[in-house]
């Protein structure tokens, strides 16, 4: 397969999951904007139940724990989701700007080092933003359950590969920045 083709088909992809995924992300916020501030509305009962999303486990209550009544919860939600859609959605736009940057010009583009760091950036805030609330969601959750037997022992460390891959990101952003260079210092001494 020609890999020009596989940087047009990768670019193309991105741009339909960006599409795809803003109604979902449209979606999660009107459902967390009608249970913060119109809580006792229909329009919020026209959701169903709130239950926050925790990306661990599904745990289905047979009726829902009052822990999920309580308005911080529900911002720390709220909070969740954005960051997770802002994440996702950038990701997927500078991911497609990137492939695209690849399939018409070339990976070494002083364009594509900003996208590098860009992308460094956003998975190492809202990355972890992202996980290290869905802990907190997620335990608050588990405080839920009312388990008499047993404990469960939870430690919130998922938001650590954020960190990791938004520096790791930061790196070959770096690292791109060195390439660009000496590939413009070679086409100047030709």
């Known amino acids: 397969m020609n890999s020009k083709l596989l940087f047009k088909v990768a670019y193309l992809i991105c741009r339909v999951l960006f599409i ?10 009107l459902y967390h904007i009608a249970y913060i501030f119109f809580p006792n509305s229909s329009f919020a009962a026209s959701f169903g139940n709130f239950e926050p999303i925790y990306s661990y486990l599904t ?9 999920f009544m309580q308005a911080d919860l529900r911002i720390l939600s709220f909070i969740s989701e954005v960051s997770l859609f802002i994440l996702v959605l950038g990701i997927l736009r500078m991911v497609d700007k990137l492939f695209q940057n690849v399939y018409k010009n070339s990976l070494f583009m002083k ?26 969601i997620f335990d608050k959750t588990i405080e839920g359950l ?36 000496a590939v413009e210092e070679n086409k100047y001494t030709i």
């Open 20 to 29: 795809l995924i803003i109604p979902i992300a449209l979606y999660g916020v």
């Open 59 to 67: 745990i289905e209550f047979e009726r829902q724990p009052d822990i």
């Open 111 to 136: 364009e594509n080092v900003n996208l590098f760091y860009r992308i460094g950036i956003l998975i190492l805030s809202l990355g972890t933003i992202f996980f290290y609330i869905d802990g907190l």
């Open 146 to 181: 009312n388990i008499t037997n047993a404990s469960i022992e939870f430690s919130n460390l998922s938001y650590i590969d954020t960190i990791i891959s938004g520096i790791a990101f930061l790196l070959i952003g770096a690292a791109l920045k060195v390439a660009v260079k």
